[in-house]
């Protein structure tokens, strides 16, 4: 298990954003905007060997941003937003080592592995992320998608996990619930990943003090990574800072499915 750190962009700026509200009519929930270029988080992370981060671009308006992250931290990002068959392997030359993707695969809510299979096609398995970003429904959680407002017929479950391993490398999962409110993490979401992914997994959503990252490790038995947004010190937050995780969650050796990528 180890710390997986975040850059999301909203509009060409580094921001932390309650996920659920991009859409709202009155714009989105806005925690933190920084004052320093997505370049300057992204060479942080690679001075102190944080492989495997993720760049989210929220929206139109990120692309410069995120190619000057990924210029900055070249072969230690995943970069996601907006990924297609036509765009995959341009971000791939500007650096990303993988790509995170899920609206493509979804049309009117229903997935569409003929998407996926050219995406593989495309790259290779090797360097997608699947995100399965998801709320709890009727009869479990379904992966949501158009800035988390629409359900999709995809289940997060052993199944769907299973079907899906052999087409990447990693799944990202957000819990869309409870993402960006700083109010802990779904136990349940995070017992049902470390019990059913194969592949490395890493886990967001809620995370807000030492005690949450605990809880992820306990209820996730050590396999899951974790990513921590809107309560490190490092986006404005008060609960967690940046150097506590990079000393005790940058390089927790091979516990499990999800020790992912070096």
């Known amino acids: 298990m180890r710390f997986r750190p975040c850059i999301d962009l909203h509009r060409g700026c580094v921001k932390q954003i309650v996920g659920a509200t991009l859409a709202a009519p009155t714009g989105p929930v806005t925690h933190f905007a920084a004052?320093?270029?997505?370049?300057?988080?992204?060479?942080?992370?690679?001075?102190?060997g944080l492989r495997g981060?993720?760049?989210?671009?929220?929206?139109?308006?990120?692309d410069e941003a995120a190619a000057g992250a990924l210029a900055a931290f070249p072969g230690g990002?995943?970069?996601?937003?907006?990924i297609t068959p036509d765009n995959a392997e341009a971000w791939l030359r500007r650096?990303?080592?993988?790509?995170?993707?899920?609206s493509f695969l979804f049309v009117d809510g229903q997935f569409q592995p003929e998407r996926l299979a050219n995406l593989v096609d495309r790259v290779g398995a090797e360097h997608l992320v699947i995100d399965l970003s998801c709320a709890p429904g009727s009869g479990g959680y379904r992966v949501m998608t158009d800035r988390w407002q629409r359900a999709t017929d995809l289940a997060v479950d052993t199944a769907t996990l299973a079907r899906l391993a052999p087409s990447c490398s990693e799944f990202l999962i957000h819990a869309t619930a409870v993402e960006g409110r700083q109010q802990g993490p779904?136990?349940?979401?995070?017992?049902?990943?470390a019990d059913a992914s194969p592949l490395p997994t890493t886990y967001a959503g809620g995370i807000a003090t030492a005690d949450d990252i605990e809880l992820v490790a306990r209820r996730g038995q050590g396999r899951l990574d974790f990513t921590v947004g809107a309560a490190l010190d490092l986006f404005g937050?008060?609960?967690?800072?940046?150097?506590?995780l990079?000393?005790?969650?940058?390089?927790?050796?091979?516990?499990?499915?999800?020790?992912?990528p070096t």
Not at 246 to 260: E, F, N, Y
């Open 35 to 48: 004052d320093r270029p997505a370049s300057w988080f992204a060479e942080r992370y690679r001075l102190d």
């Open 53 to 62: 981060g993720h760049v989210i671009m929220l929206g139109p308006g990120n």
């Open 77 to 82: 990002l995943h970069v996601g937003g907006g």
């Open 95 to 102: 650096g990303a080592s993988h790509l995170i993707v899920t």
């Open 186 to 193: 779904d136990p349940d979401l995070v017992a049902l990943l």
């Open 237 to 244: 937050g008060a609960g967690l800072r940046y150097e506590d």
């Open 246 to 260: 990079v000393t005790h969650w940058s390089a927790m050796g091979d516990t499990g499915r999800g020790a992912g």
